[in-house]
């Protein structure tokens, strides 16, 4: 019995730490978006729209998906 109430606060600790692990994935967007020259382009277009703008569209819905996993996982 006393060896399982020492055992719990090093396994909360654990869990504790794996899930902070999930907040790294909020930097991805960050990063793809850090640098507008990268992705200032005017071609491809996808319906009419540069590549500029639908690069950003399609991280907008990443970051939604992102934020939803993470917040999913750390609560």
């Not at 109430?5 to 978006?33: G, H, K, T």
């Not at 540069?50 to 750390?74: D, E, K």
């Amino acid at each position: 019995m006393a060896g399982e109430l020492q055992d719990r606060p090093a396994r909360e600790n654990a869990r504790r730490s794996a899930s902070r692990r999930w907040y790294w994935l909020l930097l991805l967007p960050f990063v793809a978006l850090l640098g507008p020259p990268l992705y200032a382009h005017a071609s491809p277009h996808i319906f009419g729209f540069p590549f500029f703008y639908w690069y950003q569209v399609v991280w907008l819905i990443i970051t939604a998906a992102i934020t939803t996993i993470v917040y999913r996982r750390t609560r």
